[in-house]
């Protein structure tokens, strides 16, 4: 218990003495997945809000993929893009592999199954006469879009919230694909797994506090926005 309590508190003292190379693996998790959420919520928001409001063949097989693909272990999205990204694989003459874009593109698939579903399940939660009428006065697809986005802003925005929060927390795709680069591609999830398996049990604490710090400070500007 002593030795827990020892650590908890030079975690801290880490913490707020600004280290500066627990600070500099924060700030590339946090750009790496802001950067994954933006993309992901700008292409696959307007798409499930689409998806949502059409009735089509194969949409409740859809749906459960979308389901299945929520659970996926980050493992194997790595596993995936390190077949594609790697020197014999379909991308490998672009050199991708073990660098930030590789991060953010696993980050980016990661997530969108999430943000997608919870957006179309946002979307199918709202007032029904609401697409009735943009359709009779002859919105178009895209013309849907922004009344409906209005409408459930705060779900979709819970969505994005939770999607980032599932990219920051992501750690079996980023080393796979980042290679726990200092400076480049290590993130606070794969620098904890590096330090604790090295011992340094104090750093890598500390590095869960800001984590833990990080993942209330968004849910509390959510729950503001909410309001």
């Given at each position: 218990?002593?030795?827990?309590?020892?650590?908890?508190?030079?975690?801290?003292?880490?913490?707020?003495?600004?280290?500066?190379?627990?600070?500099?693996?924060?700030?590339?998790?946090?750009?790496?997945?802001?950067?994954?959420?933006?993309?992901?919520?700008?292409?696959?928001?307007?798409?499930?809000?689409?998806?949502?409001?059409?009735?089509?063949?194969?949409?409740?097989?859809?749906?459960?993929?979308?389901?299945?693909?929520?659970?996926?272990?980050?493992?194997?999205?790595?596993?995936?893009?390190?077949?594609?990204?790697?020197?014999?694989?379909?991308?490998?003459?672009?050199?991708?592999?073990?660098?930030?874009?590789?991060?953010?593109?696993?980050?980016?698939?990661?997530?969108?199954?999430?943000?997608?579903?919870?957006?179309?399940?946002?979307?199918?939660?709202?007032?029904?006469?609401?697409?009735?009428?943009?359709?009779?006065?002859?919105?178009?697809?895209?013309?849907?879009?922004?009344?409906?986005?209005r409408e459930r802003q705060g779900v979709i925005l819970a969505a994005v919230v939770t999607g980032f929060g599932r990219a920051i927390g992501?750690?079996?795709?980023?080393?796979?694909?980042?290679?726990?680069?200092?400076?480049?591609?290590?993130?606070?999830?794969?620098?904890?797994?590096?330090?604790?398996?090295?011992?340094?049990?104090?750093?890598?604490?500390?590095?869960?506090?800001?984590?833990?710090?990080?993942?209330?400070?968004?849910?509390?500007?959510?729950?503001?926005?909410?309001?």
């Amino acid at each position: 218990m002593n030795y827990f309590i020892d650590a908890i508190l030079s975690a801290g003292q880490l913490v707020l003495s600004f280290d500066e190379g627990i600070y500099a693996v924060v700030w590339v998790s946090l750009r790496l997945a802001l950067l994954a959420t933006l993309i992901a919520s700008i292409i696959i928001i307007p798409v499930g809000i689409i998806v949502a409001v059409n009735a089509f063949y194969g949409k409740q097989f859809l749906l459960q993929c979308l389901n299945t693909l929520m659970a996926m272990p980050t493992v194997m999205i790595g596993l995936v893009f390190y077949g594609l990204l790697s020197r014999r694989g379909v991308l490998g003459e672009y050199g991708l592999l073990y660098t930030e874009t590789a991060v953010i593109l696993g980050e980016i698939c990661l997530i969108m199954p999430i943000i997608l579903n919870m957006t179309i399940v946002a979307i199918q939660s709202a007032d029904g006469r609401l697409v009735t009428t943009l359709k009779s006065l002859g919105a178009t697809q895209t013309q849907l879009i922004l009344p409906l986005l209005r409408e459930r802003q705060g779900v979709i925005l819970a969505a994005v919230v939770t999607g980032f929060g599932r990219a920051i927390g992501e750690v079996g795709a980023a080393m796979m694909l980042g290679g726990n680069i200092q400076g480049s591609t290590r993130t606070m999830t794969t620098a904890i797994a590096l330090e604790t398996s090295k011992g340094e049990f104090e750093l890598g604490l500390a590095l869960g506090m800001v984590l833990l710090l990080i993942a209330f400070m968004v849910n509390f500007i959510f729950q503001y926005l909410n309001r």
